[in-house]
Protein backbone atom coordinates (compact mmCIF):
# COMPACT_ATOMS: atom_id res chain seq x y z
CA UNK A 1 0.00 0.00 0.00
CA UNK A 2 0.97 3.86 -0.55
CA UNK A 3 2.51 3.68 -3.41
CA UNK A 4 2.97 7.21 -5.08
CA UNK A 5 3.35 7.23 -9.35
CA UNK A 6 5.55 10.23 -10.63
CA UNK A 7 4.88 10.62 -14.79
CA UNK A 8 7.16 11.50 -16.59
CA UNK A 9 10.46 10.17 -14.85
CA UNK A 10 12.37 11.79 -16.70
CA UNK A 11 12.14 14.73 -19.24
CA UNK A 12 14.44 17.18 -21.53
CA UNK A 13 13.31 20.42 -22.65
CA UNK A 14 13.98 23.56 -24.64
CA UNK A 15 14.58 26.59 -22.45
CA UNK A 16 11.50 28.64 -22.81
CA UNK A 17 8.95 26.06 -22.75
CA UNK A 18 6.71 24.54 -19.95
CA UNK A 19 6.82 21.27 -18.36
CA UNK A 20 4.10 19.48 -16.48
CA UNK A 21 4.96 16.86 -14.12
CA UNK A 22 2.43 14.66 -12.08
CA UNK A 23 2.32 12.98 -9.26
CA UNK A 24 -0.75 10.65 -7.95
CA UNK A 25 -1.29 8.61 -4.88
CA UNK A 26 -2.10 4.75 -6.48
CA UNK A 27 -4.26 3.29 -3.59
CA UNK A 28 -4.64 5.86 -1.37
CA UNK A 29 -6.47 9.27 -1.18
CA UNK A 30 -4.15 12.49 -0.07
CA UNK A 31 -5.65 15.61 0.66
CA UNK A 32 -1.85 17.33 1.01
CA UNK A 33 0.80 16.52 -1.20
CA UNK A 34 4.21 18.08 -1.40
CA UNK A 35 7.06 19.17 -3.98
CA UNK A 36 10.72 18.80 -3.39
CA UNK A 37 13.55 19.46 -5.81
CA UNK A 38 16.51 18.23 -5.23
CA UNK A 39 19.99 19.44 -6.72
CA UNK A 40 22.83 16.96 -6.99
CA UNK A 41 24.49 15.87 -4.04
CA UNK A 42 21.96 17.83 -2.04
CA UNK A 43 19.67 16.99 0.24
CA UNK A 44 15.83 17.13 -1.03
CA UNK A 45 14.31 20.81 -0.66
CA UNK A 46 10.19 21.33 -0.07
CA UNK A 47 9.09 23.61 -2.67
CA UNK A 48 5.37 24.01 -1.99
CA UNK A 49 2.64 22.68 0.06
CA UNK A 50 -0.30 21.46 -1.98
CA UNK A 51 -4.19 20.77 -0.52
CA UNK A 52 -6.79 19.57 -2.67
CA UNK A 53 -9.09 22.26 -3.80
CA UNK A 54 -6.98 25.25 -2.29
CA UNK A 55 -4.41 27.05 -3.49
CA UNK A 56 -0.63 25.49 -2.74
CA UNK A 57 1.81 27.26 -0.15
CA UNK A 58 4.86 27.68 -1.30
CA UNK A 59 8.35 28.13 1.03
CA UNK A 60 10.25 31.56 0.85
CA UNK A 61 11.79 32.00 -2.38
CA UNK A 62 10.35 29.67 -4.37
CA UNK A 63 8.37 31.61 -7.02
CA UNK A 64 4.74 30.61 -7.15
CA UNK A 65 4.24 32.04 -11.18
CA UNK A 66 7.07 29.93 -12.22
CA UNK A 67 6.30 26.83 -10.39
CA UNK A 68 2.44 26.37 -10.79
CA UNK A 69 1.00 23.64 -8.78
CA UNK A 70 -2.36 21.97 -9.21
CA UNK A 71 -3.96 19.86 -6.57
CA UNK A 72 -7.42 19.23 -8.20
CA UNK A 73 -8.34 15.50 -6.62
CA UNK A 74 -7.82 13.60 -4.11
CA UNK A 75 -5.06 11.64 -5.95
CA UNK A 76 -3.49 13.82 -8.31
CA UNK A 77 -1.05 17.12 -7.92
CA UNK A 78 0.91 18.55 -10.93
CA UNK A 79 3.54 20.67 -10.89
CA UNK A 80 4.37 22.67 -13.85
CA UNK A 81 7.98 24.45 -14.35
CA UNK A 82 7.22 27.33 -16.64
CA UNK A 83 9.19 28.63 -19.14
CA UNK A 84 12.43 26.60 -18.27
CA UNK A 85 15.42 27.32 -18.28
CA UNK A 86 18.62 25.39 -17.64
CA UNK A 87 19.06 26.20 -13.79
CA UNK A 88 15.67 24.64 -13.44
CA UNK A 89 17.11 21.68 -14.20
CA UNK A 90 16.89 19.13 -11.38
CA UNK A 91 15.66 16.30 -9.72
CA UNK A 92 11.72 17.20 -8.61
CA UNK A 93 10.16 14.75 -5.98
CA UNK A 94 6.57 14.84 -4.80
CA UNK A 95 5.51 13.33 -1.80
CA UNK A 96 1.58 12.17 -0.54
CA UNK A 97 0.16 12.30 2.81
CA UNK A 98 -2.46 9.78 4.03
CA UNK A 99 -5.24 10.51 5.99
CA UNK A 100 -5.32 11.16 9.69
CA UNK A 101 -8.77 9.09 9.55
CA UNK A 102 -6.30 6.45 8.98
CA UNK A 103 -4.69 7.27 11.99
CA UNK A 104 -1.71 9.05 10.84
CA UNK A 105 -0.03 11.46 8.64
CA UNK A 106 2.51 9.99 6.92
CA UNK A 107 4.37 10.82 3.78
CA UNK A 108 5.67 8.72 0.83
CA UNK A 109 7.38 9.52 -1.96
CA UNK A 110 7.40 9.16 -5.45
CA UNK A 111 10.03 8.11 -7.95
CA UNK A 112 10.96 11.53 -8.99
CA UNK A 113 11.10 13.41 -12.27
CA UNK A 114 14.46 14.05 -13.78
CA UNK A 115 14.30 17.70 -15.93
CA UNK A 116 16.80 18.84 -18.04
CA UNK A 117 16.35 22.09 -19.88
CA UNK A 118 18.99 22.39 -22.57
CA UNK B 1 10.97 21.31 13.93
CA UNK B 2 14.15 20.26 15.62
CA UNK B 3 17.27 20.21 13.86
CA UNK B 4 18.82 17.11 13.67
CA UNK B 5 23.25 16.04 13.60
CA UNK B 6 24.08 12.32 11.77
CA UNK B 7 27.43 11.44 10.97
CA UNK B 8 28.22 12.47 6.72
CA UNK B 9 29.29 9.03 6.13
CA UNK B 10 29.58 5.76 7.42
CA UNK B 11 30.63 2.34 5.88
CA UNK B 12 29.52 -1.59 6.88
CA UNK B 13 30.64 -5.23 6.10
CA UNK B 14 27.65 -6.88 4.25
CA UNK B 15 25.71 -9.44 6.24
CA UNK B 16 26.54 -7.11 9.73
CA UNK B 17 24.42 -5.39 11.05
CA UNK B 18 24.86 -1.30 10.44
CA UNK B 19 23.97 1.26 13.47
CA UNK B 20 22.97 4.75 12.33
CA UNK B 21 23.10 7.38 14.84
CA UNK B 22 20.98 10.85 15.03
CA UNK B 23 21.54 13.28 17.67
CA UNK B 24 18.10 15.42 18.24
CA UNK B 25 18.79 17.20 21.44
CA UNK B 26 16.07 20.18 21.06
CA UNK B 27 12.99 17.92 19.93
CA UNK B 28 10.06 18.53 21.95
CA UNK B 29 7.99 16.09 23.44
CA UNK B 30 5.09 16.08 20.53
CA UNK B 31 7.69 15.59 17.84
CA UNK B 32 8.24 12.27 16.28
CA UNK B 33 11.31 10.79 14.66
CA UNK B 34 11.66 9.57 11.12
CA UNK B 35 14.26 7.58 9.10
CA UNK B 36 13.78 7.84 5.41
CA UNK B 37 16.47 6.49 3.16
CA UNK B 38 17.39 7.45 -0.58
CA UNK B 39 18.82 5.09 -2.90
CA UNK B 40 20.44 6.66 -6.29
CA UNK B 41 18.46 8.65 -8.23
CA UNK B 42 15.09 7.60 -6.39
CA UNK B 43 12.98 9.12 -4.12
CA UNK B 44 13.07 8.76 -0.26
CA UNK B 45 11.18 5.44 1.23
CA UNK B 46 10.13 5.64 4.44
CA UNK B 47 11.84 2.88 7.15
CA UNK B 48 10.14 3.60 10.45
CA UNK B 49 9.37 6.09 13.36
CA UNK B 50 8.91 6.08 16.80
CA UNK B 51 8.13 8.54 19.59
CA UNK B 52 9.94 7.41 22.50
CA UNK B 53 9.54 3.74 22.38
CA UNK B 54 11.56 1.32 20.37
CA UNK B 55 10.06 -0.25 17.66
CA UNK B 56 11.12 -2.53 14.97
CA UNK B 57 9.47 -3.55 12.13
CA UNK B 58 10.40 -5.44 8.68
CA UNK B 59 12.95 -3.19 7.65
CA UNK B 60 14.68 -1.87 10.60
CA UNK B 61 14.86 -1.14 14.76
CA UNK B 62 14.73 1.95 15.90
CA UNK B 63 15.78 2.47 19.55
CA UNK B 64 15.52 6.72 21.11
CA UNK B 65 17.06 6.71 24.53
CA UNK B 66 15.32 7.75 27.56
CA UNK B 67 15.80 10.94 27.49
CA UNK B 68 15.03 11.56 23.55
CA UNK B 69 18.10 13.57 22.96
CA UNK B 70 19.11 11.00 20.53
CA UNK B 71 18.27 7.53 18.64
CA UNK B 72 20.02 4.93 16.47
CA UNK B 73 18.70 3.34 13.25
CA UNK B 74 19.80 -0.35 13.36
CA UNK B 75 19.60 -2.54 10.18
CA UNK B 76 20.06 -5.93 10.99
CA UNK B 77 21.65 -7.58 8.59
CA UNK B 78 22.93 -5.01 5.80
CA UNK B 79 22.88 -6.20 2.24
CA UNK B 80 24.08 -4.07 -0.65
CA UNK B 81 21.24 -2.52 -1.62
CA UNK B 82 21.16 -0.91 1.90
CA UNK B 83 23.49 1.59 0.00
CA UNK B 84 21.96 4.47 0.33
CA UNK B 85 21.45 8.59 2.41
CA UNK B 86 19.73 7.80 5.65
CA UNK B 87 17.76 10.86 6.66
CA UNK B 88 16.66 11.55 10.43
CA UNK B 89 14.02 13.43 11.16
CA UNK B 90 12.11 14.73 13.75
CA UNK B 91 8.68 16.46 12.86
CA UNK B 92 5.02 16.69 14.48
CA UNK B 93 2.48 14.67 13.41
CA UNK B 94 0.03 15.66 12.04
CA UNK B 95 -1.80 17.67 8.89
CA UNK B 96 0.74 20.22 6.74
CA UNK B 97 3.84 19.10 9.50
CA UNK B 98 6.54 19.52 6.52
CA UNK B 99 9.52 16.84 6.50
CA UNK B 100 13.12 19.09 6.78
CA UNK B 101 15.17 16.94 5.51
CA UNK B 102 19.18 17.28 6.24
CA UNK B 103 22.01 16.27 4.88
CA UNK B 104 21.79 12.38 6.35
CA UNK B 105 24.10 9.64 6.76
CA UNK B 106 26.08 8.03 3.37
CA UNK B 107 25.93 4.48 4.36
CA UNK B 108 28.08 2.06 2.27
CA UNK B 109 27.87 -1.53 2.51
CA UNK B 110 30.38 -3.07 1.45
CA UNK B 111 30.78 -6.73 -0.06
Known amino acids: GAVVSQHPSWVICKSGTSVKIECRSL??????MFWYRQFPKQSLMLMAT?????????EQGVEKDKFLINHASLTLSTLTVTSAHPEDSSFYIC??????????????FGPGTRLTVT | DAKTTQPPSMDCAEGRAANLPCNHS???????VYWYRQIHSQGPQYIIH???NNETNEMASLIITEDRKSSTLILPHATLRDTAVYYC????????????FGKGTLLTVNP
Open chain 2, 26 to 32: TISGNEY
Open chain 2, 89 to 100: IVRVRGSNYKLT
Open chain 1, 95 to 108: SAQTSGRAGSYEQY
Open chain 1, 50 to 58: SNEGSKATY
Open chain 2, 50 to 52: GLK
Open chain 1, 27 to 32: DFQATT
